[in-house]
């Protein structure tokens, strides 16, 4: 046997010899895991601190995408109603250069003479 075989022999056997008969029975570990490291009650209270920290920052990292959103579709909105505006003013600006084109190429303005003498009130 090896030497880890025999020391695991002779711990269970003592396991077994310290249990109390009815402590124990089929299935059921005689054993638990016990860490030799405890944090002491600072380290809880940094370690709480930190997870705290942590989930704020989480939620204002959420908060700032949602306004960044926001802000981003108010921009948009504002530029659509500034390309509105200016769609309109273009097709004002189509109309009328088409009614002047109109007018000049019509019968009645083929039909005007030019003056002879003009004069201006001053």
Do not use: C
């Amino acid at each position: 046997m090896t030497k880890n075989h025999q020391q695991f022999i002779s711990t269970r056997k003592r396991q077994l010899a310290t249990a109390s008969p009815g402590a124990w029975g089929r299935n059921q570990n005689l054993t638990s895991f016990t860490s030799g490291t405890r944090l002491g009650p600072i380290a809880n209270v940094v370690l709480i601190v930190l997870l705290v920290t942590f989930l704020g920052l989480l939620y204002l990292t959420q908060l700032t995408k949602t306004s960044t959103f926001g802000y981003e579709m108010n921009r948009i909105n504002v530029e659509k109603s500034q390309l509105a505006a200016e769609q309109n003013d273009l097709k004002l600006e189509n109309a009328r250069l088409q009614s002047l084109m109109r007018v000049q190429d019509s019968a009645v303005a083929a039909a005007m003479t030019t003056p002879v003498d003009t004069s201006y009130v001053e």
